[in-house]
């Protein structure tokens, strides 16, 4: 089945420093890929997707590129601040075709701390 | 836009009970998924409903059972409960391959 695998964590970085979180997945087909965050106490804010090999997600200066030949999913970024410092999931969606739903499969979690 | 709401946000119970959650998803949305997170087992997916009907189930027991209704808002069962079940319970709204989550139930069962 389905799966993906994150850097294990916790990460600690001072602010201004440069990130990356590992992630690589196995997939039968052509999955959908996302990094999602969660800040203490809340649900999963979506940070960024890509659906097709090749393509560069990205938002609030985070950035991932689906690489298909190494199937993998890198979360980077520049200069983290202490407002990044969460929990950051990596997952896949692929769809059912028998069902014609999805799902959403999920990495382990990073947390992320950023020290000013 | 409205995100997507649940309630209650927290909950205690007692093993044995049965809770009901719930979920409005964003207007529009008619795909709701609900998640189990815990530190042992991470995210794991429970079932998705979509115009009323389940599509998609995931490997948990029957106890935990779902509806949606026709306005898209979706309810969440869990009967007989069990300590293991204490969690926090995530609906995500979709209408695409895009999902959207809300801010969670925790369920603490003791």
């Known amino acids: 089945g389905d799966s993906v695998t994150q850097m294990e964590g916790p990460v600690t970085l001072s602010e201004e420093a440069c990130l990356t979180i590992n992630c690589t997945y196995t997939a039968t087909g052509y999955p959908s890929l996302f990094w999602y965050v969660q800040y203490p106490g809340e649900g999963l804010q979506l940070l960024l997707k890509a659906t097709k090999a090749d393509d560069k997600g990205s938002n609030k200066g985070f950035e991932a590129t689906y690489r298909k030949e190494t199937t993998s999913f890198h979360l980077e970024k520049g200069s983290v601040q202490v407002s990044d410092s969460a929990v950051y999931f990596c997952a896949l969606s692929e769809p059912l075709w028998e069902t014609s739903g999805s799902r959403l499969t999920f990495g382990e979690g990073t947390q992320l701390t950023v020290n000013p | 836009k409205a995100g997507v709401t649940q309630t209650p946000r927290y909950l205690i119970k007692t093993r044995g009970q049965q809770v009901t959650l719930s979920c409005s998803p964003i207007s529009g949305h008619r795909s709701v998924s609900w998640y189990q997170q815990t530190p042992g087992q991470g995210l794991q997916f429970l079932f998705e409903y979509f115009s009323e009907t389940q599509r998609n189930k995931g490997n948990f027991p029957g106890r935990f059972s779902g509806r949606q209704f026709s306005n898209s808002r979706s309810e969440m069962n869990v009967s007989t409960l069990e300590l293991g079940d204490s969690a926090l319970y995530l609906c995500?709204?979709?209408?695409?391959?895009?999902?959207?989550f809300g801010p969670g139930t925790r369920l603490t069962v003791t």
């Open positions: 995500a709204s979709s209408n695409s391959y895009e999902q959207y």
